[in-house]
């Protein structure tokens, strides 16, 4: 009880910080998105949260508005595309993503409105990945039962996958490290974490 406490009061200090310093940063991010592309500066989605609750997941808008449609029409018109996206759930050469777009999520960027999910308790700063509700019927065929543990714990802005190897990863890795994750789960783990973080964002390798 006494680390989820330790590790609730770090994630609200944290996210505070962040929203109160980073505020000019966010500012020129939300201006270049609003005179680069036409659409909204926020990106928001439902994600699964802790015991799988649903929960508003915020971004910065890094696609084009009819980013849903392209998916469809692009994985029906290209096999090869519809193969890499089963695999990793993303796409490499994405041309859903505007210019900008392209920048904020290789340098996450993108994530930055999660530090507001952060401080209302829907994510913690490290965690497993906030997965999608259409993404959980894959979950279950990959760990069966397991699937639980992976709710149990609040997801996270950053964890073990995104510093081990990031887009690189297929899904079936990404959820088999955020299980090695809550396994190894503790506050100074999650500090190393943070720390291993910085370099990934500074140095984006294995973004896209």
């Known amino acids: 009880m006494k680390r989820k406490w330790v590790k609730r009061l770090f994630d609200i200090v944290f996210s505070t910080a962040m929203l109160t310093l980073g505020a000019p940063l966010f500012f020129i991010v939300a201006l270049l998105i609003k005179s680069t592309s036409p659409g909204p500066i926020f990106y ?8 799988g609750k649903q929960f508003k997941f915020w971004k910065f808008r890094s ?15 290209n096999p090869s595309l519809r193969e890499e996206w089963a695999l990793y ?11 900008l777009g392209k920048f904020l999520r290789k340098t996450s960027l993108d994530e930055i409105p999660q530090f507001w999910n952060i401080l209302k308790g829907d994510l913690s700063l490290v965690g497993p990945r906030p997965y999608l509700p259409n993404e959980l019927s894959k979950i279950q065929s990959i ?20 510093t081990s190897g990031r887009s690189f990863l297929t899904f079936e890795d990404r959820v088999r490290l955020d299980l090695e994750y809550i396994d190894k789960r503790s506050f ?5 974490l943070i720390a291993k973080t910085i370099p990934v964002i500074f140095f984006p390798n294995g973004a896209f």
């Open 44 to 51: 928001c989605s439902r994600r699964l949260g802790r015991f």
């Open 63 to 77: 696609m084009h508005v009819d980013a849903e449609q392209k998916l469809k029409t692009l994985l029906a018109q």
């Open 89 to 99: 759930f993303k796409l490499k050469e994405d041309p859903r993503c505007t210019r």
């Open 143 to 162: 760990i069966g039962e397991e699937w639980k543990l992976l709710f149990s714990v609040r997801p996270g802005l950053t964890g073990l996958w995104q």
């Open 188 to 192: 100074l783990y999650d500090l190393k």
